[in-house]
């Protein structure tokens, strides 16, 4: 059983930055696959970046590539999502995910991930 804790959401301006943190509990950290999520209001949730346990392999949607970074700590069992020059279509609820020995080319997929956390608020304002 993982446990994932988000923090870092909050309210900022356009063009502004944001860092959200993950952090994960249990001892096996790095055989997950590590992925962000989010769901604005009214719409789906949907796929933002993520990450391999062992490479450290990354995905990003198109929309958010050049922008947001995606990286882990193996040592502090968290994974971060860093957040640059955000945009009002940013604005959602962001879910950390976690997924064990997902490959690179499955990513993306919503349905592998097996534990998922509460979801942190990311407001950016025009």
């Known amino acids: 059983q993982v446990q994932l804790v988000e923090s870092g959401g909050g309210l900022v301006q356009a063009g502004g930055s944001l860092r959200l943190s993950c952090a994960a509990s249990?001892?096996?950290?790095?055989?997950?696959?590590m992925g962000w999520f989010r769901r604005a209001l009214g719409k789906e949730r949907e796929f933002v970046a993520a990450?391999?346990?062992?490479?450290?392999?990354?995905d990003y949607a198109r929309s958010v590539k050049g922008r947001f970074t995606i990286s882990r700590d193996n040592a502090r069992n968290t994974v971060y999502l860093q957040m640059n020059s955000l945009k009002p279509e940013d604005t959602a609820v962001y879910f950390c995910?976690?997924?064990?020995?997902?490959?690179?080319?499955?990513?993306?997929?919503?349905?592998?991930?097996?534990?998922w956390g509460q979801g942190t608020q990311v407001t950016v304002s025009s």
């Open positions: 995910a976690a997924a064990r020995e997902l490959s690179s080319a499955s990513l993306r997929l919503q349905y592998k991930y097996d534990y």
């Open positions: 990450i391999t346990g062992r490479e450290s392999d990354t």
């Open positions: 249990g001892r096996t950290f790095n055989s997950y696959a």
